[in-house]
C-alpha cells in the first residue's frame, strides 16, 4: 500500500517545528528515522496531513556524559548510540540492548528519541529507562520539562508527550562502581520484537543486591516493574533458594497474543529473571 497524501515540513529550529504542530495539531505527525512511522504511514494506520520533519535541527544528535548523567539526544541514531565509548563506559545496560533492536538497517536510520516516543511495550529501551530510573526531557510552546520515566509511560503508544511537544532529551544516571546491570529477552528470530524481555540494574554492597529495578518488557501495554521480586532479590546471598522466591513473586499478569499465551509469557518472565539476576552479581570490567 502507499500512503495516504500528506504536505511536507522541514523545519530548522524546534521553535518553528514547535509552532507547525500547534498550528496542524493532531494532523501533523513527526519524523525523526520514520522505522516505526512509515510503515503505519504505507499501511494507512496513520494519515496525517502535514509530516514535519525534524532532521534539520540541529544539536540533538549529541551523546555526553553531563556531570553525574549520560545525555542522549533525541535523535541519536542507534547505530551511534551502539558504538559510543560514552554509552559503553557511563550506560552499559543501553550498551547491552542495542544489538537487539531490529537489523542494521534499522539501527543506521532509527532514532534513540523515536524508539521512546513511539512507545512499543515490547521494544528494548523503554525498559531499559525504566530500570535504570531515567528522565526524558520534552519541549513544548511553554519550554522544557522534564518527565520520569516510571510517569512518562502512559499506556499502550501513549505518553507524557503533549500534541504540541516534541522530545529532545533522554538522561540516565551515570554508571557507578558499584552498579550492575542486567539484560536479556526471548524472540523467535533476533531482531524481533521480544516475546518477552528483561532489563534490570542494582547496586552491590556487603550485604547483597540493593536498589534492584527489574523493567519487563512484553508483557504488558508499558514497561513494568516487578517490584515484589526486587523484594524477593534484595540482599543476602543470591542463591537458588532466593531465585525462586523471586521467581514466584513475579507480580506480572500478561496477556495472550499471537506470538504467545499468557502462561508461556509468565514462565518465560521466569526464565529470564533467573538468568539476568545472575548478570547483576557479575563483577564490572
Known amino acids: 500500500m502507499k500512503p495516504a497524501p500528506f504536505a511536507y515540513a522541514k523545519p530548522r529550529t524546534l521553535k518553528e517545528a514547535i509552532a507547525l504542530l500547534g498550528k496542524h495539531k493532531d494532523n501533523a505527525k513527526l519524523l525523526a528515522g520514520g522505522q516505526s512511522l512509515i510503515a503505519t504511514l504505507n499501511m494507512r494506520l496513520s494519515a496525517p496531513t502535514l509530516l514535519i520533519d525534524l532532521n534539520g535541527l540541529k544539536g540533538l544528535d549529541r551523546i555526553a556524559r553531563k556531570g553525574a548523567k549520560v545525555e542522549i539526544g533525541a535523535l541519536a541514531r542507534h547505530v551511534d548510540v551502539e558504538r559510543s565509548d560514552v554509552i559503553a563506559q557511563y550506560a552499559p545496560l543501553i550498551a547491552r540492548a542495542m544489538p537487539h533492536i531490529g537489523h542494521p538497517a534499522i539501527r543506521n536510520r532509527g532514532t534513540f528519541g523515536g524508539s521512546i516516543a513511539f512507545a512499543d511495550p515490547a521494544a528494548e529501551l523503554p525498559a531499559c529507562l525504566l530500570a535504570l530510573d531515567g528522565e526524558i526531557e520534552i519541549t513544548g510552546p511553554k519550554g522544557k520539562r522534564t518527565v520520569k520515566a516510571e510517569t512518562f509511560f502512559k499506556g499502550l503508544f501513549e505518553t507524557a508527550i503533549g500534541p504540541r511537544d516534541v522530545l529532545t532529551a533522554i ?8 552498579n550492575r546491570y542486567g539484560f536479556s529477552e ?47 532479590l534484595t540482599g543476602g546471598t543470591i542463591d537458588d533458594k532466593r531465585l525462586n522466591a523471586a521467581v514466584a513473586a513475579l507480580d506480572l499478569d500478561p496477556s495472550d497474543d499471537v506470538q504467545a499465551t499468557a502462561a508461556v509469557k509468565k514462565h518465560l518472565a521466569g526464565v529470564l529473571l533467573k538468568r539476568v539476576a545472575r548478570q547483576l552479581l557479575e563483577t564490572r570490567t
Do not use: M, N, Q, W
Not at 538522561?171 to 558499584?178: E, H, I, M, S
Not at 540494574?201 to 504488558?220: I, N, P, Q, Y
Open 171 to 178: 538522561r540516565v544516571p551515570a554508571a557507578a562502581k558499584d
Open 186 to 232: 526471548l524472540s523467535r528470530r533476533h531482531g524481533d520484537y521480544a516475546i518477552v524481555g528483561l532489563a534490570a540494574s542494582a547496586r552491590t554492597t556487603s550485604k547483597g543486591l540493593a536498589d534492584v529495578r527489574l523493567a519487563f518488557f512484553g508483557v504488558d501495554a508499558t514497561p513494568l516493574r516487578a517490584r515484589k521480586a526486587e523484594t524477593a
